[in-house]
């Protein structure tokens, strides 16, 4: 299309292409009839907390959906994560990704752990059995990966490796929810795997997260750092806490079940209209959900090359934004460069996939509040943008 053909960036003065902002996040939410019907259910029974039925029965279907002994509903994630670190007792050094949220190296610094960050496969973005092997040392206790974009880092080569070196393995997998690999689902790998059900992810509960797992002793250790009092069995642990689920993050739970394939379809198509539109753009690429069957498609990733397209990814973002779709740098800063561990993170050019991942990768909008024609606009943009490029840079400060 010539330049008098196409429409005007809002970046430059053009109207934007979306008057409402369409945001990143899942945001998928039950009709409120189904919601209220879910509430008065509650308030009839006055059982708010304290392990409900509503709690024990989400616990019971996670458990079934992921084909695991265990699922222990928390309040976050972040949460789960902590008491995690705590059950399986470790002492010591643990390897995890530098690209990551920082709650999953943050966790293992509320447990008294020190992170080891390790580099990424710059196709994948997750962390790989050779990352991990190359800051091993004997002072190394466990391996914790992660499993992001709605993919998997392999996780049957990381139990391998743990065996194989005395190590504990348990991942922080809090994006892959429902995803699959080699025919198990993501939930059953390790010592234990973690969820979020944060509002940002495909089984969302407003706030809220679990914990699963096939080992009976560390379930009930689990359960006893859950609260005071635990549950079932009662099992000594070094400390408690107040990781409880409430009924109401229960109920929203249920529906999400009762939802996910209904989700995974929606999101599926979004990403598809994503990656068709953009298939010919040069310096666009959108990132495959990695080592996942099914993934639970939940994230749209683009990695931006500036040369080839015309702008970096920080300007790409800020044209994006003028328009009304609130893309995101995700991660940035890698987790190694937020603090605390920034004053101690490796040189510049020790972990160089992290690095450059993190100056190029944005995330664009999937789940309840994008459509496929929505995709297919934003991708049609994405597109008149690379056009623009010599304008859209000096709008956008370089």
């Known amino acids: 299309m010539s330049a008098a053909g196409r429409r005007l960036p809002a970046l430059l003065g053009g109207a934007r292409a979306f008057v409402r902002d369409i945001p990143v996040g899942q945001m998928y939410f039950p009709t409120w009839e189904r919601y209220e019907a879910a509430m008065r259910g509650i308030f009839e029974r006055e059982w708010y907390t304290n392990h409900g039925p509503l709690a024990r029965e989400a616990e019971e279907r996670v458990a079934d959906v992921l084909g695991v002994r265990h699922a222990l509903c928390v309040t976050n994630g972040t949460i789960g994560l902590m008491m995690a670190a705590k059950a399986l007792e470790l002492r010591g050094r643990v390897i995890t990704s530098a690209f990551t949220f920082v709650a999953t190296a943050q966790a293992l610094t509320w447990a008294g752990l020190t992170p080891v960050f390790c580099d990424v496969s710059p196709v994948t973005h997750h962390m790989t059995v050779e990352t991990a092997a190359a800051v091993l040392d004997e002072s190394v206790c466990a391996v914790h990966p992660t499993n992001i974009w709605g993919g998997t880092c392999r996780p049957a080569e990381f139990e391998a490796f743990g065996a194989e070196n005395g190590l504990a393995v348990y991942f922080d997998s809090a994006q892959a929810f429902g995803c699959r690999v080699g025919g198990r689902a993501v939930g059953s790998f390790g010592a234990l795997e973690v969820f979020s059900f944060h509002a940002t992810k495909i089984l969302g509960t407003a706030e809220g997260g679990c914990v699963t797992t096939n080992d009976d002793e560390l379930a009930e250790r689990l359960r006893n750092i859950r609260s005071?009092?635990?549950?079932?069995?009662?099992?000594?642990?070094?400390?408690?806490?107040?990781?409880?689920?409430?009924?109401?993050?229960?109920?929203?739970?249920?529906?999400?079940?009762?939802?996910?394939?209904?989700?995974?379809?929606?999101?599926?198509?979004?990403?598809?209209?994503?990656?068709?539109?953009?298939?010919?753009?040069?310096?666009?690429?959108?990132?495959?959900?990695?080592?996942?069957?099914?993934?639970?498609?939940?994230?749209?990733?683009?990695?931006?090359?500036?040369?080839?397209?015309?702008?970096?990814?920080?300007?790409?973002?800020?044209?994006?934004?003028?328009?009304?779709?609130?893309?995101?740098?995700?991660?940035?800063?890698?987790?190694?460069?937020?603090?605390?561990?920034?004053?101690?993170?490796?040189?510049?050019?020790?972990?160089?996939?992290?690095?450059?991942?993190?100056?190029?990768?944005?995330?664009?909008?999937?789940?309840?509040?994008?459509?496929?024609?929505?995709?297919?606009?934003?991708?049609?943009?994405?597109?008149?943008?690379?056009?623009?490029?010599?304008?859209?840079?000096?709008?956008?400060?370089?």
Do not use: W
Not at 298 to 327: C, H, P, T
């Open 228 to 398: 005071g009092y635990g549950t079932r069995a009662k099992v000594a642990v070094p400390v408690t806490s107040n990781g409880r689920f409430s009924e109401a993050q229960a109920a929203l739970c249920l529906l999400a079940l009762d939802d996910l394939e209904e989700r995974t379809a929606h999101n599926r198509a979004i990403r598809s209209s994503y990656v068709s539109g953009m298939a010919g753009i040069p310096g666009i690429r959108v990132v495959d959900p990695p080592d996942a069957d099914p993934s639970n498609e939940q994230y749209a990733v683009v990695q931006v090359d500036e040369e080839s397209f015309g702008l970096n990814r920080d300007a790409l973002v800020r044209a994006l934004k003028a328009e009304g779709i609130n893309a995101r740098r995700y991660f940035f800063p890698g987790a190694h460069r937020t603090p605390p561990y920034d004053e101690s993170a490796p040189p510049p050019g020790e972990l160089p996939n992290v690095e450059h991942i993190c100056r190029t990768v944005l995330q664009l909008p999937v789940g309840a509040l994008v459509d496929y024609e929505d995709a297919r606009v934003i991708a049609d943009l994405v597109s008149d943008f690379h056009a623009d490029a010599e304008r859209l840079r000096e709008a956008a400060g370089g």
